[in-house]
């Protein structure tokens, strides 16, 4: 898959930015603030997810304005697609996928797959189970069509069942019980669906990010997942009955798949407490690279690969032996400096500045 062109119109400071891509590496410079980071995320959107720094759709919006556009143009088994986003800073945002309306934008992943690399990915080792459930959902949403339909249902009716919860005000009437347990049923088929497709996924990654971390590390350790919720031996069923005068206290709903948590072990130790940042950081690597190699073997084609000034965090061992990791396929990275690891040339060379972009000196 190849990103050949994007366009980004009033999309955080970039207010006219047109863009050729080499299909090899792109190379993006320029000093921090100046919208090196802007360029990836709008790429980022392409597969129809959410920001990958947690923006919401109006901070995407250049200040004073009421929507950006992203439009790209995609080459994908030698077939082109033209992708046409509308992102509005208060309402509803569109999407097309070659002039035809797109009604679910995760849908997009059909046709787009990205996988992003950022210095904020130590957060899937050491930030909050919500991170890491966000990691899973993220590869499953990119290759698993079922998947997706599932969590968008998923994602529906626990939306319901807490606005009743909060309607009961701690009080449950044989209304609201009667409505409860009709959301309840859905809630817990549901659950399942999505228990087992995460479970499955943490145990099909476990080699690969084992094998990938050794390689990134440059030492051979033990790396094991563990897909851990409190409500599975027990059934989900009897886990919210068990609680259910507390969800009612609180408002919302306390178990099942949206409070599991991925722990990652390293040498039967569990990393986000245990681990140096140094392995920490290996560990965030071999997740990205084993989403890579994952999605990729599952779509039969290469995910496009954004870097944002990665290496700026790496010592010079680790950034060697990414560049030794990094399959074949479209990247893009930044760099503040313009220095970039031995083993990546790219193929074109580009220079930010106050949100304009041009073709540097150098490529």
Same mark, same amino acid.
């Given at each position: 898959?190849?990103?050949?062109?994007l366009?980004?119109?009033?999309?955080?400071?970039?207010?006219?930015?047109e863009?050729?891509? @080499?299909?090899?590496?792109?190379?993006?410079?320029?000093?921090?603030?100046?919208?090196?980071?802007?360029?990836?995320?709008g790429?980022?959107?392409?597969?129809?997810h959410? *920001?990958?720094?947690?923006?919401?759709?109006?901070?995407?919006?250049?200040?004073?304005?009421?929507?950006?556009?992203?439009?790209a143009?995609?080459?994908?088994?030698?077939?082109?697609?033209?992708? !046409?986003?509308?992102?509005?800073?208060?309402? /509803?945002s569109?999407?097309?996928?070659?002039?035809?309306?797109?009604?679910?934008?995760?849908?997009?992943?059909?046709?787009v797959?990205?996988?992003?690399f950022?210095?904020d990915?130590?957060?899937?080792?050491k930030?909050?189970?919500?991170?890491?459930?966000?990691y =899973?959902?993220? =590869?499953?949403?990119?290759?698993?069509?079922?998947?997706?339909?599932?969590?968008?249902?998923?994602?529906?009716?626990?939306?319901?069942?807490?606005?009743?919860?909060?309607?009961?005000?701690? /009080?449950?009437?044989?209304?609201?019980?009667? *409505?409860l347990?009709?959301?309840?049923?859905?809630?817990?088929?549901?659950?399942?669906?999505?228990?087992k497709s995460r479970?499955?996924?943490?145990?099909?990654?476990?080699?690969?990010?084992?094998?990938?971390?050794?390689?990134?590390?440059?030492?051979?350790?033990?790396?094991?997942?563990?897909?851990?919720?409190?409500?599975?031996?027990?059934?989900?069923?009897?886990?919210?009955h068990?609680?259910?005068?507390?969800?009612?206290? /609180?408002?919302?709903?306390?178990?099942?798949? @949206?409070?599991?948590?991925? =722990?990652?072990?390293?040498?039967k130790?569990v *990393?986000?407490?245990?681990?140096?940042?140094? !392995?920490?950081?290996?560990?965030?690597?071999?997740?990205?690279?084993?989403? @890579?190699?994952?999605?990729?073997?599952? =779509?039969?084609?290469?995910?496009?690969?954004?870097?944002?000034?990665?290496?700026?965090e790496?010592?010079?061992?680790? *950034?060697?032996?990414?560049?030794?990791?990094?399959?074949s396929?479209?990247?893009?990275?930044?760099?503040?400096?313009?220095?970039?690891?031995?083993?990546?040339?790219?193929?074109?060379?580009?220079?930010?500045?106050?949100?304009?972009?041009?073709?540097?000196?150098?490529?």
């Amino acid at each position: 898959m190849i990103v050949s062109q994007l366009w980004l119109i009033d999309f955080r400071n970039h207010v006219s930015t047109e863009l050729e891509l @080499h299909p090899g590496v792109t190379l993006i410079t320029g000093q921090n603030g100046h919208g090196k980071t802007n360029l990836l995320e709008g790429l980022s959107l392409l597969n129809g997810h959410k *920001s990958f720094r947690g923006a919401s759709s109006e901070s995407l919006v250049k200040s004073g304005c009421e929507f950006a556009v992203i439009r790209a143009q995609i080459v994908r088994h030698d077939r082109e697609h033209l992708i !046409e986003m509308k992102i509005v800073a208060s309402g /509803r945002s569109r999407v097309q996928l070659n002039r035809q309306a797109v009604k679910r934008f995760k849908d997009l992943s059909d046709t787009v797959s990205i996988v992003v690399f950022s210095p904020d990915d130590l957060e899937l080792i050491k930030g909050s189970p919500g991170i890491r459930r966000n990691y =899973i959902d993220e =590869i499953l949403l990119s290759c698993d069509k079922k998947y997706r339909l599932v969590k968008t249902n998923f994602d529906r009716v626990i939306k319901q069942r807490n606005n009743l919860l909060k309607q009961g005000r701690g /009080r449950l009437t044989k209304d609201l019980e009667a *409505s409860l347990s009709i959301w309840n049923s859905q809630f817990v088929e549901l659950s399942k669906v999505i228990s087992k497709s995460r479970t499955e996924l943490v145990r099909d990654i476990e080699p690969l990010v084992d094998t990938f971390y050794s390689q990134v590390a440059g030492k051979e350790e033990q790396v094991k997942f563990r897909y851990e919720t409190t409500w599975m031996d027990k059934g989900l069923d009897k886990a919210l009955h068990e609680v259910k005068h507390e969800e009612l206290r /609180r408002g919302t709903t306390l178990v099942g798949p @949206h409070r599991d948590d991925v =722990i990652i072990d390293l040498n039967k130790l569990v *990393s986000r407490t245990h681990s140096s940042q140094g !392995e920490q950081r290996s560990l965030a690597l071999a997740l990205r690279l084993s989403e @890579h190699s994952y999605v990729a073997q599952k =779509i039969n084609d290469s995910p496009l690969i954004l870097l944002d000034d990665v290496f700026s965090e790496l010592d010079e061992g680790r *950034s060697k032996r990414l560049v030794e990791c990094l399959p074949s396929a479209q990247i893009i990275l930044t760099s503040a400096t313009g220095t970039i690891p031995v083993g990546i040339n790219p193929g074109k060379i580009l220079k930010v500045l106050n949100g304009n972009v041009s073709l540097s000196e150098d490529g």
